[in-house]
């Protein structure tokens, strides 16, 4: 089964770049790589996800590795709203066919003033 | 549109007991997936409705079960709860539960075995 390997925690000062790496060398070719953060008490909340190509949204950016061995998730301007737990996550292309969903252990980001 | 709510949030029950945990999907999503979290063990996936049909299940005992209605709505029931079992359970919705497809969760049921 497909595993992402994560630092335990990062930190970053607030409005600076934030750079969330990710391995998953195990990916298969199919797997799509999704990035979901959780707040304390909350339920995790969707940030971005890709297949092959480099992805953007309103929250962050995607960068996928060529190999797609890895990726990193971008934080353009960091603010104390994103402290949270970071969850990179790899989904196969029909969730029902997976024989073991899993899921590593996050990156806790804390953001200094 | 409304988030995926889940019912109740909060439970305590004993050992040997059973409970039932609710979950109503976003609005025409039809994909269901429980997750189990506790600090130990992180995320872990328990099973996935689609269409009123599990489709995929993780490695936890027989104990958990679940099922969906026709309107997407899904309930988990664990039986003979163990000390074990306490956990914070999630549940996420998506369009049709592919790996493109976004995942929202609900805020989660916390669930304390005592």
């Known amino acids: 089964d497909a595993k992402t390997t994560q630092p335990n925690s990062m930190e970053s000062n607030e409005e600076e770049p934030v750079h969330l790496p990710c391995n998953h060398s195990?990916?298969?070719?199919?797997?799509?790589i999704h990035w979901y953060r959780q707040l304390p008490s909350q339920g995790p909340e969707y940030v971005i996800h890709?297949?092959?190509s480099n992805v953007n949204n309103r929250m962050a950016s995607l960068a996928i590795a060529e190999d797609r061995k890895s990726s990193t998730l971008i934080l353009h301007r960091a603010t104390l709203r994103d402290a949270a737990v970071y969850y990179c996550?790899?989904?196969?292309?029909?969730?029902?066919?997976?024989?073991?969903?899993?899921f590593g252990t996050g990156t806790r980001l804390q953001v200094t003033l | 549109k409304a988030g995926v709510t889940q019912t109740p949030r909060y439970l305590i029950k004993t050992r040997g007991q059973q409970v039932t945990l609710s979950c109503s999907p976003i609005?025409?999503?039809?994909?269901v997936s429980w997750y189990q979290q506790t600090p130990g063990q992180g995320l872990q996936f328990l099973f996935e409705?689609?269409?009123?049909?599990?489709?995929n299940k993780g490695n936890f005992p027989g104990r958990f079960s679940g099922r969906q209605f026709s309107n997407s709505r899904s309930e988990m029931n664990v039986s003979t709860l163990e000390l074990g079992d306490s956990a914070l359970y999630l549940c996420?919705?998506?369009?049709?539960?592919?790996?493109?497809?976004?995942?929202?969760f609900g805020p989660g049921t916390r669930l304390t075995v005592t």
């Open positions: 609005s025409g999503h039809r994909s």
């Open positions: 890709g297949l092959t």
């Open positions: 195990t990916i298969s070719g199919t797997d799509y």
């Open positions: 996550i790899l989904y196969p292309p029909k969730i029902g066919t997976a024989s073991k969903l899993t």
């Open positions: 996420a919705s998506s369009l049709e539960g592919t790996g493109g497809d976004e995942q929202y």
């Open positions: 409705y689609f269409s009123e049909t599990q489709r």
